[in-house]
């Protein structure tokens, strides 16, 4: 694929934000640009055909044995499309959140542009905070990602939050018009145009729809569904502070206070670790 | 006697002042630009489909839509094209998420927001609603009561 120059540097806010990246950095934002780039080719190919694949034909695909990866797995263990493992710098003995975000979550711009907009609009801090953690364990493991993002970050946030981030990716497959939340075009090309959510889907969004915390888990998909804006740029700065009011921060360092989860945020940190 | 048919002209009259201000549109509904916060707000035109973009306003590089599924025959999208043009005496705004009035009172949301409006000087957003198929519209409402009326574009 040819890379626009111009507009990759547009993407990441500019030749100065370039110069002050790590390299690792820039191999992120490459990544994610070419990611962004790959799905809006294929959506335009997708409109001008008006054909999207069925869920028969998805099937068929994952059948191919010699395929690079598999879909659900997290981006850290696979190489990129410059055919490169992700680079891993060292991190610190006693690990926090932000350096996570620094070190292993990528640029992670798609979930703090969707912080961004909850703060924006005035939403509830702990909204803003599952919108800030709500896709930062795709790195880890993408299938299923709700649920291993909740238990994530579980017991380190209020319950509300783990519960928004735990069912907003059951939410995202049923609209709701109360909340202005559609059903994302992308989604018919990613699961097919006659998917049908699994039983197991039917049944979460029926029981989550009836709980006190629904609002919390609709909210992050609202947000979700139009944070992938690769023209704004934003920074972890705008939410350190409700992550000092929320996030309980482990003595131990994240990883090493033996949780229900250190063993994922230890994944995080050292994903060669071979058993 | 005549104190009865005094109450009674009354009553005529209040019923009919009432009724009449019932009738009234909302005093800000606009026929054309309304001018708020320094913006110039035009509607342009209003759209039915079963997909949209789904960008902010104004929009940025937002390649996300939301589509009607295959085999819902009973909802569309209404979308909304309007026209922003900053004023000298712009004024940041604060503006909730929009939303649309049917002509029997009905609220239906979009997630889109308003953003940096004075970003440039002229420039388009769509902001698009799901309705049930061939909803009337009757106008949109950009901030409390302040509304755009859709009635002459809903043809």
Known sequence: MKIDRRKFFKSVGGATAVALMTSEQKADALEEFLEEELEEYTLQQGRQSGLYPTVAEIAEQNKDLARPRRRGGGRMFFPGRDGKLQALMPMPEKPTLLDFFKYRFGTATHVMQSAGRALKTGMDEKVVLACLLHDVINTLMSADHGWWGGQFIEPYVPAETAFAVRYHSALRFFPDSDYGYEYPESYLRTFGEDYVPEPYLQRTYKKVRNHKWYEYSRLVTVNDLYAFDRGKTVSIEPFIDIIGRHFKQPKEGLGWDDSPSSHMWRTFINPDRRL | ?155
């Open chain 2, 1 to 155: 006697m005549k104190k009865n048919v005094s109450r009674i002209a009354l009553i005529a009259i209040g019923s009919f002042v009432l009724a009449g201000l019932l009738a009234l549109p909302p005093a800000t509904a606009q026929d054309g630009p309304l001018i708020l916060s320094g913006l110039e707000i035009s509607v342009t035109r209003l759209e039915r489909s079963t997909i949209v973009p789904l960008g902010d306003c104004p929009r940025g590089e937002n390649i996300v839509r939301g589509v009607i599924r295959r085999g819902d025959e009973a909802n569309e999208f209404v979308t909304v094209h309007i026209d922003f043009k900053v004023l000298p005496d712009f004024r940041p705004v604060d503006w909730p998420r929009p939303a649309i009035h049917d002509v029997n009172g009905r609220t239906y949301r979009t997630a889109q927001v308003f953003g940096e409006m004075n970003r440039d000087p002229e420039f388009t957003c769509d902001f698009s609603f799901r309705v049930p198929v061939g909803m009337k519209v009757q106008e949109f409402l950009v901030d409390g009561d302040v509304t755009l009326d859709l009635t002459a574009y809903d043809r």
